[in-house]
């Protein structure tokens, strides 16, 4: 069996820790585990005016502890790549959806900014598509606005138009909110 390119299924050091093909799941759901209580200890501590969260991949948005953080502490935005699309959105409940013409309030949004490189994509970029480019985000004291801008500098015209947001209400500053509590 062969793990990262190592024989006998032995991945090198992580942390002057050995992994084999056995242990390497449970460290990567350890480590996991050990970040969302890292990450519920800063959003709890935070004084931010604006909270974003940012990781690399776009389901972690929808992992229900997450998910549940972001609306306890209010977070504004959820920050993800992996991809080489561009997109914004939010994540509705069963039944509800949210769209930059009627964004639902009590989420952040979620920022697919992938204009990262890499020879192989999902698709083909065009000039009318959101395949690269970036996210034109400007933030005032209450207010959050965000729009895609493909690589030829435009917004995509098959896109909708530019997000407008007010800011989340944070528990830590005082403010009222709807507050669930949050299980890990």
């Not at 992994?19 to 050990?34: G, K, M, R």
């Not at 929808?62 to 502490?73: G, L, Q, R, Y």
């Not at 939010?90 to 490189?117: F, M, N």
């Amino acid at each position: 069996m062969e793990l990262s390119g190592q024989p006998n299924g032995i991945c090198p050091l992580v942390n002057h820790t050995t992994l084999t093909y056995d242990t390497c799941t449970s460290w990567f759901h350890d480590n996991w585990a050990q970040e969302k209580i890292y990450l519920e200890e800063k959003l709890r501590a935070s004084k931010a005016h604006w909270i974003s969260i940012v990781t690399h991949y776009p389901g972690n948005c929808v992992e229900p502890s997450i998910k549940a953080m972001m609306k306890t502490w209010g977070v504004d935005m959820c920050i993800v790549g992996h991809t080489h699309w561009n997109i914004i959105s939010q994540i509705g409940d069963e039944g509800q959806t949210c769209t930059a013409s009627q964004p639902c309030e009590d989420r952040p949004i979620q920022v697919l900014a992938g204009g990262g490189g890499g020879i192989v994509s999902e698709g083909q970029a065009t000039p009318t598509n959101e395949m690269y480019g970036f996210a034109d985000i400007k933030l005032t004291k209450d207010t959050l606005k965000a729009k895609i801008i493909n690589w030829k500098g435009i917004s995509p015209t098959n896109y909708p138009a530019e997000w407008n947001l007010k800011r989340r209400p944070k528990i830590n500053l005082g403010e009222t909110s709807t507050v669930s509590s949050v299980v890990l």
